[in-house]
Each structure stands twice: as C-alpha cells, then as structure tokens.
C-alpha cells in the first residue's frame, strides 16, 4: 500500500493566519486562527489551527509528506528593502516596523516548523498570488479556467490573470506593487474611517446611499487605468510606500479635509466617496475579466485575493455574461492561501493528477472545513455550567426552530463544522425573519453592536431563489449580490440627500425588507441541502408556514470579535447580546431561562471545552 500524501499548508506573519491540510489531493480541514484564540485576524504561527487540522484527519506529525507556505519570504524581502530604499529617510519607520517580523520569522520558518513538530519536515514556498491562483482553481468544479487574483500586495504582485487546466497552472500577466487596486480600496477605507484589512466589507455596505460624484476626481488624480484593466496609482497621493500610514495630506486635501475619526458621525461626504470608489472598482475589475476572457478564450472563470471579497464587483461580472460559470474562493483573503499553497504542492510540486468531484461540483464542501462539537460534548458543556436547555427530537428540530423565527425570534445558530472563509454559511450564524423592515437596524444596533447601515444577507432555497432575485446561478458562498426582482420591490427612492441612516434603512424596500439594500440590492447565499442538510431543512419548513422561502442570515459574532467556535464562544455572544434563543445542535437555549451571566476568570481563560 503506498504512503498517502499528506500536505499541511500554512499562512501566517501578515494577517488572518490559518492552515489547511489536504490528502491525496482531498480537502480534509481548513481553519483561521483567530477562531481558536478569540483574537481579530490573528497573525501569528497557526498553533492551534494546525493541531485542529491534524486532529480532524488523525494524522501524527510523521506522517507529514511536505509543509506549504503560502509566500516567497525572500521575494517579500526584497520589495520592502527596495521600498525602503526609494523612499529614504522618510521610509526608515517602515523599516523598523516591519523588518523584525519578516526577518525574525518568514526567513526562519524552517526552525520554526522544527521547535514546533519536532521533526524535519520538507517546506516548500509557494508565491502569495499563485496560491491565491491555486486556492480558486483546484476546488473549483471547472477542468479549465481563466484565472483572476486581485489583493493588495503579495510579495511583488497585486494583480494577476491566468489559466488553469487540468492539474497546472500559467500566469500570463501581472501588475506589481505599488501599483494595487486592493490598496487604493483600503486608502479609501481609512480616509472614511474604517480600519484597514477590516473596514473594506463597511465601505462597500456604505456605497448604496451615496452617489459617485467623486469618481471622476478618482480616476484625474488617484489611478489610471487602461482599456485592458491594467493601472497605476499616483503616488504623489499615498503614504504606504514611505510610511506606515496608507495616505499623505495630499489625498487629505484632495478630498477636502482631514479623514473620518473612527466612530464619529458618517456624513453624506463619506457616503459619496464609498459609492465612487466602488464604481470605480467595479469598472476596473469588469475591465480586468474581460481581458481574462480575452487571453484565455475560457467560458470560466475563477477568483480570489481580497478583493474577490467584493461581492458587488463580482454580480457585475455574472450581471454582463462575460463569462457563462463564476466560481469564486470562500475564503479569499490571506487566510485561503494556506489551502492555496498546500494545492500548489501537491499539483505542481508533486505532479499529481487532478482530484474532481464525480457529482460536478466543487471540492470545497460548502467551506464547511472547521471543528465540530459531538453531542457529547454539548451536553458536557451544559452540564459543567448548569445551562438550562432543552433538547428536541430531530425530526421535530427544524419546525421547532423554524416557529421560533416566524415568532420574530433572533437565533443564535451552532451546527456541525465551523466555516473556513470570512462568510457565515449556516454553521455559526445568527438568523431571523426577513419581512421585518426594521430587523436591520435592531440586528445591527442590539445584537451585533454596529453600525445601523450595514446590510444582511438573504439566505434563500436554491430552487426559489429565482422568486426573490435576479439570479439562477447557485451562489453558496455568499459571493454574488444580485438586484432583487421587480415584483418582490416596493415603491422607494434613496435621494441620497438623507445623513439620518437609521431613517433610510427602515424604510421598507421589497417583501423582504431586511435583506435588501437601498439599491434594491442583495448579497445572496442559496443553500441546496447538500452540504448543509440541516441548514436546509430549517429554511423550508419557514417557507412551509410563512410562504417566505428567506431568512436573514449574519455572522455569529458581535462588531471586534471573530465568529464564534466553541460552544462556549456561542453562549457568551448569545448572552452579551439581545439574541432571543441558541441553538447548539439539538438544544434549545431561551434567553428567559438563563441565569445572570457573569463573566468569571473560568469563561476567560479557555477557548473550548476541558
């Protein structure tokens, strides 16, 4: 019997640190650090998502084939000393900021594999963009495909376009820093005040109540862009080369004045210049998959980097047909580069033979990849913190919470593996009844403690999702926004003059008012039943007594804080917060028959359960 190749790829040292383990081609786990350590886009060695990974696999370090990581630390180097270099003296801060780091880890990693498993295990390095080209092709259902990747930098690129076909994949051109759409995008988020590799999801939740009158002013003095997609940026206008600070006075005044202070007031100002910039972005990206379309002559397409994250630029590119299938990573940003990397050994390394589904669809499984908790394990935690909570029968379960919902009740929901990607998929999500016009704003202000314009997503049967939006296409990632259809709408104009957006999101705007955006817009995620039977089920037995065959679907977490992991996660967030009921598997938390929560040293200290 042969061996089994085993490849654990790793991501870490930037931002959202993860890992992924694959077998014999077969995505096995995948997690995101910050889930285990309850720390925002943690960035450190993946620690406890490596040990998850090989605990879901039962795999022992020495049956380790190869380690992937999911950059070129040396190619990193080299464009920071260059920077620094083009930049002196003023870029000196850049150097002492983020030399330690690189050179105090990236160009040690193999000691730090060593102290960590405690055996020699080969690394290999794949570069930052073709991991991101490897984590949207090889999962994808397509034999061919063309290629996308736009972030914000990597080691030298920040754009890419390509081709995949059977187990390899061509580059065929890229643009490089500091010339990058990702990073014009997050300039914009910080001068509106947001937080930078956070904020962006806020900036284009924003852009439907403003009106682009600053894209002209964009396009004269920020970025030219050609007829092919490919641009530079003006860096008379942008700090991030010479400092750590994304912009100067220059783009200050450009703008006319100083930034946003975070927290303070949104103004119509903020409104307009986040409905520009997304304009903006989405012509560049259209430009960008039309010569994608043009270069490869492919009828596919897939996508990642973090602006594949942007899902409005995305239902563009499905809304013009250039190409007849979109398939588009889950996990996007920096995080599903671990599972990139480890993909790229194991095709282009190793020079396997592609691994496909039989049934024509993705290998991703519903990026449901991440820990799960046993029943008993549920009822351990219960009973270690004397929870009162009933359980259900499971053929009882989705009417009993299904009732809950068209109750207006707002349900924590914990069930079966936790999601890899940004998006909560109906693993660890908090849902509640669409038809309400003002649930929005009261999920926003009382349950995820954030700003009142930002928007839900609509989760939706996927044989009905035709009967609400202008979609046919299976959309189970939430990566698409698609305009809601004419005869779900209800008369209402967004003059865009309205700085009270409170009033403007309670404003009904279609017979499912608190998924759809001002622009009549939706961010759609369609379950088929398949790699979420449960999810499903839940879904139709709504439909089955309201005739609404959509429910709001959030993240479980409140605003700062990672989604929810543990059981333990879940109760705390359901308790700091107005959720009505939890759902953890089959039991039914209601919030009237908790006790006083009280935040002791014992809640803090773990993460999951003894």
Same mark, same amino acid.
């Given at each position: 019997?042969?061996?089994?190749?085993?490849?654990?790829?790793?991501?870490?040292?930037?931002?959202?640190?993860?890992?992924?383990?694959?077998?014999?081609?077969?995505?096995?786990?995948? =997690?995101?650090?910050?889930?285990?350590?309850? @720390?925002?886009?943690?960035?450190? +060695?993946? *620690? &406890?998502?490596?040990? /998850?990974? %090989?605990?879901?696999?039962?795999?022992?370090?020495?049956?380790?084939?190869?380690?992937?990581?999911?950059?070129?630390?040396?190619?990193?180097?080299?464009?920071?000393?260059?920077?620094?270099?083009?930049?002196?003296?003023?870029?000196?801060?850049?150097?002492?900021?983020?030399?330690?780091?690189?050179?105090?880890?990236?160009?040690?990693?193999?000691?730090?594999?060593?102290?960590?498993?405690?055996?020699?295990?080969?690394?290999?390095?794949?570069?930052?963009?073709?991991?991101?080209?490897?984590?949207?092709?090889?999962?994808?259902?397509?034999?061919?495909?063309?290629?996308?990747?736009?972030?914000?930098?990597?080691?030298?690129?920040?754009?890419?376009?390509?081709?995949?076909?059977?187990?390899?994949?061509?580059?065929?051109?890229?643009?490089?820093?500091?010339? =990058?759409?990702?990073?014009?995008?997050?300039? @914009?988020?910080?001068?509106?005040? +947001?937080? *930078? &590799?956070?904020?962006? /999801?806020? %900036?284009?939740?924003?852009?439907?109540?403003?009106?682009?009158?600053?894209?002209?002013?964009?396009?004269?003095?920020?970025?030219?862009?050609?007829?092919?997609?490919?641009?530079?940026?003006?860096?008379?206008?942008?700090?991030?080369?010479?400092?750590?600070?994304?912009?100067?006075?220059?783009?200050?005044?450009?703008?006319?004045?100083?930034?946003?202070?975070?927290?303070?007031?949104?103004?119509?100002?903020?409104?307009?210049?986040?409905?520009?910039?997304?304009?903006?972005?989405?012509?560049?990206?259209?430009?960008?998959?039309?010569?994608?379309?043009?270069?490869?002559?492919?009828?596919?397409?897939?996508?990642?980097?973090?602006?594949?994250?942007?899902?409005?630029?995305?239902?563009?590119?499905?809304?013009?047909?250039?190409?007849?299938?979109?398939?588009?990573?889950?996990?996007?940003?920096?995080?599903?580069?671990?599972?990139?990397?480890?993909?790229? *050994?194991?095709?282009?390394?190793?020079?396997?033979?592609?691994?496909?589904?039989?049934?024509?669809?993705?290998?991703?499984?519903?990026?449901?990849?991440?820990?799960?908790?046993?029943?008993?394990?549920?009822?351990?935690?219960?009973?270690?913190?004397?929870?009162?909570?009933?359980?259900?029968?499971?053929?009882?379960?989705?009417?009993?919470?299904?009732?809950?919902?068209?109750?207006?009740?707002?349900?924590?929901?914990?069930?079966?593996?936790?999601?890899?990607?940004?998006?909560?998929?109906?693993?660890?999500?908090?849902?509640?009844?669409?038809?309400?016009?003002?649930?929005?704003?009261?999920?926003?202000?009382?349950?995820?403690?954030?700003?009142?314009?930002?928007?839900?997503?609509?989760?939706?049967?996927?044989?009905?999702?035709?009967?609400?939006?202008?979609?046919?296409?299976?959309?189970?990632?939430?990566?698409?926004?698609?305009?809601?259809?004419?005869?779900?709408?209800?008369?209402?104009?967004?003059?865009?003059?309205?700085?009270?957006?409170?009033?403007?999101?309670?404003?009904?705007?279609?017979?499912?008012?608190?998924?759809?955006?001002?622009?009549?817009?939706?961010?759609?995620?369609?379950?088929?039943?398949?790699?979420?039977?449960?999810?499903?089920?839940?879904?139709?037995?709504?439909?089955?007594?309201?005739?609404?065959?959509?429910?709001?679907?959030?993240?479980?977490?409140?605003?700062?804080?990672?989604?929810?992991?543990?059981?333990?996660?879940?109760?705390?967030?359901?308790?700091?917060?107005?959720?009505?009921?939890?759902?953890?598997?089959?039991?039914?938390?209601?919030?009237?028959?908790?006790?006083?929560?009280?935040?002791?040293?014992?809640?803090?200290?773990?993460?999951?359960?003894?």
């Amino acid at each position: 019997m042969s061996k089994r190749n085993v490849i654990l790829g790793v991501s870490c040292f930037y931002h959202d640190s993860a890992a992924a383990l694959i077998i014999d081609g077969e995505i096995i786990a995948a =997690s995101q650090e910050e889930r285990f350590t309850r @720390i925002k886009h943690d960035s450190r +060695f993946p *620690v &406890n998502a490596i040990n /998850y990974c %090989l605990e879901e696999a039962h795999i022992k370090n020495n049956e380790i084939t190869a380690i992937a990581f999911y950059d070129n630390p040396v190619l990193s180097l080299d464009r920071i000393v260059r920077s620094v270099i083009s930049g002196y003296p003023e870029s000196k801060v850049q150097w002492t900021e983020n030399a330690p780091g690189l050179i105090g880890y990236k160009l040690f990693l193999d000691e730090l594999i060593f102290d960590f498993f405690k055996l020699k295990i080969p690394i290999l390095y794949s570069e930052h963009h073709f991991s991101h080209a490897a984590s949207a092709f090889y999962p994808s259902p397509f034999d061919e495909s063309a290629i996308l990747t736009i972030d914000g930098v990597g080691e030298w690129s920040t754009t890419t376009i390509g081709y995949g076909s059977g187990n390899s994949i061509e580059i065929s051109s890229e643009i490089h820093y500091p010339h =990058s759409l990702g990073l014009l995008y997050s300039a @914009i988020t910080f001068y509106c005040g +947001f937080k *930078v &590799n956070s904020g962006e /999801y806020k %900036l284009m939740g924003l852009a439907p109540y403003g009106k682009p009158v600053f894209k002209d002013l964009i396009y004269e003095n920020l970025i030219s862009v050609k007829g092919d997609g490919s641009y530079k940026l003006n860096m008379k206008y942008f700090g991030f080369v010479k400092s750590n600070s994304m912009i100067n006075d220059d783009f200050c005044n450009l703008f006319g004045g100083p930034a946003r202070k975070p927290e303070s007031r949104i103004t119509k100002k903020e409104m307009d210049i986040a409905a520009s910039i997304q304009l903006v972005t989405e012509e560049i990206v259209l430009k960008l998959a039309k010569e994608a379309k043009r270069v490869s002559n492919s009828a596919n397409l897939v996508m990642a980097g973090g602006v594949a994250l942007n899902c409005v630029a995305n239902g563009k590119i499905l809304e013009n047909k250039i190409f007849e299938n979109i398939w588009i990573q889950p996990a996007s940003g920096d995080a599903g580069c671990s599972l990139g990397a480890a993909l790229n *050994v194991y095709y282009l390394y190793f020079k396997k033979p592609r691994v496909k589904s039989s049934d024509g669809r993705d290998m991703q499984k519903g990026s449901l990849l991440g820990i799960s908790y046993s029943e008993r394990e549920i009822e351990s935690f219960l009973h270690t913190y004397s929870i009162p909570a009933k359980k259900i029968k499971i053929e009882e379960r989705a009417k009993t919470i299904a009732e809950l919902l068209a109750s207006q009740k707002i349900i924590g929901y914990f069930s079966g593996r936790m999601e890899f990607g940004p998006r909560s998929l109906g693993a660890r999500s908090i849902i509640g009844d669409p038809r309400d016009a003002k649930m929005q704003s009261d999920m926003n202000l009382k349950i995820k403690f954030r700003e009142s314009f930002r928007p839900f997503a609509p989760v939706v049967l996927r044989e009905k999702v035709n009967d609400y939006f202008e979609l046919n296409e299976d959309s189970p990632y939430m990566l698409l926004v698609s305009p809601v259809k004419k005869e779900a709408r209800l008369e209402f104009e967004n003059k865009g003059t309205s700085e009270d957006l409170i009033e403007i999101v309670n404003i009904p705007r279609s017979i499912i008012p608190s998924v759809t955006h001002v622009d009549y817009s939706a961010r759609v995620e369609t379950v088929d039943g398949v790699d979420n039977p449960k999810f499903y089920d839940v879904i139709k037995e709504f439909y089955n007594i309201t005739g609404c065959a959509v429910l709001i679907n959030t993240s479980f977490n409140v605003r700062g804080e990672p989604i929810v992991c543990s059981p333990k996660d879940a109760y705390k967030c359901f308790m700091r917060t107005n959720m009505d009921v939890l759902v953890l598997e089959d039991y039914i938390l209601y919030k009237e028959e908790q006790t006083e929560f009280k935040e002791s040293k014992n809640w803090q200290d773990e993460y999951a359960l003894d």
